[in-house]
């Protein structure tokens, strides 16, 4: 109790005065959960960007994944009257409740990334479904390219957060030509959140299994894990796919330690830009829309030029 005390004066120590500051600009601030991630950094230059394109003040304080101090922090604007909130939940239903005290305060909150219920004045996201689809998609053209007479695969999955289980659901609807008509059997769908869970689980998977020549992983650390393993392993033979880029595995598809060849992703920096216009517009009293939906965009081994230019645009957002 006192540790999760300490954070939360912590991180509103940080505030300031969230009021419209004295030259009359309004004050947006904006709550996270992992300031330091190379994905959060991203959406933060997006929303820095966008509040000074815009001229107004731009607050940042960080929940550290607790969300009893997400409520503090939620609870300590609304008492220092900030005009707008910008928030990227922890959870749909008990972030959901709090943001909803500013709702009815008339506070307009804009979340992004997650959704919460109730509904808040604008949610930004991407369509999870199609973020899993895309990398399905992109396989079966590979597949038909390299004329691949069989794949025997690993589905790396999520069945906890719906995020998940849309992009899962998303990949495995993408695939069933294939799976359909015999090229494709999976062999096994295995659990993977974090990095060493996934590790752990593959190498296993693998030892049972070495005739495996592809895997599907749902998210950035589940890749993560399956690429650190292959690595491990010398299994450059085994192709990869999955969701969420990073630099690092930017890098691993412009090498041959691996053979990741695609990648759909997010658009983090698009998602805090427009979650800060929305959040500016609805405290100006301007319309806005109650969803706005990001696009995604797929990186492949085959297009090293984007590669390229993504570690070049987005190595300022690893800490």
Same mark, same amino acid.
């Given at each position: 109790?006192?540790?999760?005390?300490?954070?939360?004066?912590?991180?509103?120590?940080?505030?300031?005065?969230?009021?419209?500051?004295?030259?009359?600009?309004?004050?947006?601030?904006?709550?996270?959960?992992?300031?330091?991630?190379?994905?959060?950094?991203?959406?933060?230059?997006?929303?820095?960007?966008?509040?000074?394109?815009?001229?107004? %003040?731009?607050?940042?304080? $960080? /929940?550290?994944?607790?969300?009893?101090?997400?409520? &503090?922090?939620? *609870? +300590?604007?609304?008492? !220092?009257?900030?005009?707008?909130?910008?928030?990227?939940?922890?959870?749909?239903?008990?972030?959901?409740?709090?943001?909803?005290?500013?709702?009815?305060?008339?506070?307009?909150?804009?979340?992004?990334?997650?959704?919460?219920?109730?509904?808040?004045? %604008?949610?930004?996201?991407? $369509? /999870?479904?199609?973020?899993?689809?895309?990398?399905? &998609?992109?396989? *079966? +053209?590979?597949?038909? !390219?390299h004329q691949i007479a069989s794949l025997k695969a690993i589905?790396?999955?999520?069945?906890?957060?719906?995020?998940?289980?849309?992009?899962?659901?998303?990949?495995?609807?993408?695939?069933?030509?294939?799976?359909?008509?015999?090229?494709?059997?999976?062999?096994?769908?295995?659990?993977?959140?974090?990095?060493?869970?996934?590790k752990v689980n593959i190498t296993k998977l693998l030892e049972e299994r070495p005739d495996v020549n592809f895997i599907w992983c749902w998210h950035q650390m589940s890749l993560i894990g399956t690429i650190q393993t292959l690595k491990e392993l010398g299994r450059s033979d085994i192709l990869v796919a999955g969701t969420d880029m990073s630099v690092d595995l930017a890098k691993d598809m412009l090498s041959n330690d691996v053979n990741l060849i695609a990648v759909t992703t997010q658009q983090p920096y698009g998602m805090g830009y427009e979650a800060v216009v929305n959040a500016v517009h609805a405290a100006r009293g301007e319309p806005t829309e109650a969803t706005v939906v990001i696009p995604t965009l797929t990186y492949t081994k085959d297009e090293p030029a984007m590669l390229h230019e993504y570690v070049e645009t987005h190595s300022k957002f690893v800490k």
């Open positions: 109790m006192m540790k999760r005390l300490m954070t939360a004066l912590a991180a509103i120590a940080t505030l300031g005065c969230v009021a419209c500051s004295k030259d009359g600009k309004l004050t947006i601030s904006s709550i996270t959960y992992n300031a330091t991630d190379e994905w959060f950094a991203e959406a933060a230059y997006g929303m820095r960007d966008a509040a000074k394109e815009l001229g107004v %003040t731009f607050v940042e304080t $960080d /929940s550290h994944y607790d969300v009893n101090v997400e409520k &503090d922090l939620v *609870r +300590e604007q609304l008492k !220092k009257k900030a005009n707008a909130l910008v928030v990227c939940p922890l959870t749909t239903e008990e972030s959901g409740a709090v943001l909803n005290e500013a709702t009815s305060l008339g506070i307009p909150v804009v979340t992004w990334n997650t959704v919460v219920t109730p509904a808040p004045s %604008t949610q930004i996201i991407v $369509d /999870s479904t199609v973020l899993g689809s895309a990398t399905g &998609d992109y396989l *079966r +053209e590979y597949v038909a !390219k589905l790396v999955i999520d069945d906890s957060f719906s995020i998940g289980i849309e992009r899962c659901d998303g990949f495995r609807d993408a695939i069933r030509p294939l799976v359909d008509s015999g090229v494709m059997t999976v062999l096994y769908e295995t659990r993977g959140n974090l990095i060493e869970e996934t």
